[in-house]
């Protein structure tokens, strides 16, 4: 088992900066919701790997929600790969997220859903293959007030058929939890995660390292602060 690298991350991200009253005056679509975001950060990190060779990235995001449940979700940001440092994510997500009655005072948030991976401008990959590209799919639980006000409490597994450079199957499973810190304006981020290949040769493949290993653990701790609709954290 290996563990991702340690390192801090800051990021600054405006949240809702496209909201529903916005997007009204150029789309208008009835019980729809519209949310979006927009980020800076030194390193964009996905499952513990940097995406951007440890140099900063720029993101943004827009998710339509409708009144039933069901989401649509585009989300984009700049990638570095071995002599690609203009190339660009884009990831498209559908998913359905609903109110799960477990018992009277028991009512966690049931997320599934489907995201697709495209990977533009890398062209030829590390690993010598083109196909970066690949599909998910996810299901996640959210508990509110799990442990004090304010705070979130979630668990999700996720799947692959063909992970990243057609690395065979893969799984990962998270746990994470925010809370408010008393009432400082600052608020506590971690989460875990365990990253199961099929085995060793699509680990190497796929994420790097010697081949000794089929699975590794990433892991993040932060804290953040947030005013009028702008958050920064430090992680």
Partial sequence: MKFGLKTLVASVTLMG???SAFAADVISIPNVTTTGSVAMTTDYR???I???SNNPAVQGGLTF????????GLWGSNISSVGHSNSAEMDATIGY???????ATLTPTLDI???????FGTGDSASGNEQPDYNEVYGKLTFADSLVKGDSLSGSVTYSN??????????NFNASY??????TGFGFVGSVGYNKFKNKAMMAQAVGGDGSDDNYVDYKAGVNFGIQGVTAELA
């Avoid at 997220?97 to 018992?103: F, G, M, Y």
């Avoid at 859903?113 to 990977?119: A, D, K, L, S, T």
């Fill in 65 to 72: 929600t409708h009144a039933s449940g069901l989401y649509l």
């Fill in 162 to 171: 063909e992970y990243f450079n057609q690395s065979d199957e893969f799984w």
């Fill in 17 to 19: 900066a496209i909201n």
């Fill in 113 to 119: 859903g489907y995201i697709r991976y495209g990977y």
């Fill in 178 to 183: 925010s809370a408010p810190i008393a009432d």
């Fill in 97 to 103: 997220a609903t109110a799960l009655p477990l018992s």
């Fill in 46 to 48: 996905f499952r513990g």
């Fill in 50 to 52: 940097s995406q951007t």
